[in-house]
């Protein structure tokens, strides 16, 4: 398969369609309290999660994921400089932690940060997407990030899933300076931190082509907010052999940073969706709620055109426009998110109230271009 079969355009996310955004009752998340969800474990906070699936989208059974974690700080943002990536299983009782997915010093980062992974047809062999941030050993953190996969083996014993045999680590796709901005290129400041990171793979039900999304950051660009959303196809059915796109989404001159991009297919089209956070947006022109965000086409590479207008799905309470982050559409189009800053209103000052486990999950309904949040 050639780039020209494939024929990408970039869609652009602009002010325009910001100015029609409204977050009132229809989109916004229920406010939680205490009683609303629990840690995981008392010895790791989390937050980024994906549940590990078949190429299909199905999830496994038993109900394993994945998550971002670390041991809980006094300081929630200190977190990112430990992130590790924990396999969990969700039980009916509620989540267990299987611990690290990679063995110590194995991956060719200082941290782990988000990605996506697939049990393959032998129901053995667990393939792992993920950022690697930084450099292995690096004793200052950079924001170096690439993206990599990695196979696995997993099997059971005694009912526990036990991970073994890591190998073929390799990088994914590299940078094309052409597109997309050199991910140090930012400061390590929150809210400026540019992109190369998040791989979501998709397998196109329609074509059977294999898709993986990234979050990016425009190169050549004349803004500091300049998100994007990058995609690369394998060349014919080749898992492994990948060609990197020119970005689907464009943010430029709106949004820094487009974050854990991921596609469903649903009534014959497709949905792509990211979160993104208020403090992200251009000051100068109109912006957003925390919230997850999307878009939607009849054709994975061009014409994309934003959900209700304005690209917000759901949106964060009022009264909590913190509180939770990281969406993700599962293909039964139930939603997963991490508890962040919760019960605390937007005039609130000093140390996060970090939750560091799973919301609970929430369900949209999709129709056409116009989305709704059920309760």
């Known amino acids: 398969m050639q780039l020209a079969e494939i024929n990408p355009e970039t869609s652009n996310w602009t ?77 009916d009782d509620g989540w267990r932690d299987l611990g690290p997915v990679l063995p110590d010093g194995f991956s060719p980062g200082s941290r782990e940060w988000s990605g996506s992974a697939y049990l393959e047809n032998d129901g053995s062999t667990l393939t792992l997407y993920f950022t690697a941030a ?31 045999d890591w190998r073929n680590q ?55 907010f300049n998100g994007a959303i990058g995609a690369a196809v394998a060349r014919g059915d080749r898992l492994g052999d990948w060609e990197v796109l020119p970005p689907l989404i464009s943010a430029e001159g709106v949004n820094n940073e487009l974050e854990r991009p991921h596609v469903i297919a649903h009534g014959g089209l497709y949905y792509l969706f990211w979160s993104t956070q208020s403090h992200v ?5 109109p912006g957003g709620p925390t919230g997850l965000y999307g878009m939607v086409s009849d054709r994975l590479s061009s014409g994309w055109a934003p959900l209700n207008g304005s690209g917000l799905v759901i949106a964060n309470p009022a009264d909590a426009p913190r509180q939770a982050y990281s ?49």
């Open 327 to 375: 969406w993700l559409v599962l293909p039964d189009l139930s939603v997963t998110s991490f508890v962040d800053d919760w019960g605390r209103p937007a005039a609130a000052e000093g140390a996060k109230r970090f939750g560091g486990s799973f919301a609970p999950f929430l369900r949209i309904a999709l129709d056409g271009a116009n989305t709704s949040l059920l309760r």
């Open 170 to 224: 390799r990088e994914l796709i590299a940078r094309d300076p052409q597109h997309y901005m050199d991910s140090e290129a930012g400061s390590g400041t929150i809210g400026t931190i540019k992109a190369f990171r998040d791989p979501g793979y998709f397998q196109d039900p329609k074509t059977g082509q294999h898709w993986l999304f990234f979050t990016a950051s425009l190169a050549r660009t004349g803004s500091p």
């Open 15 to 91: 002010a325009d369609q910001l100015t029609s955004l409204r977050s009132g009752a229809a989109c916004a998340a229920p406010l939680l309290g205490g009683e609303d969800f629990a840690p995981v474990s008392p010895a790791i906070c989390v937050w980024d999660a994906w549940p590990v699936q078949l190429r299909d989208g199905r999830l496994t059974q038993p109900n394993l994921w994945m998550a971002l974690a670390s041991k809980w700080f006094e300081d929630p943002e200190a977190r990112h400089a430990e992130a590790r990536i924990h396999l969990l299983e969700c039980r």
């Open 281 to 285: 947006f251009n000051p100068d022109g």
């Open 134 to 164: 930084g450099r292995r050993g690096e004793t200052t953190l950079s924001f170096l990030q690439r993206l990599y996969e990695v196979q696995m083996t997993l099997r059971f014993e005694e009912g526990r899933p036990q991970l073994s």
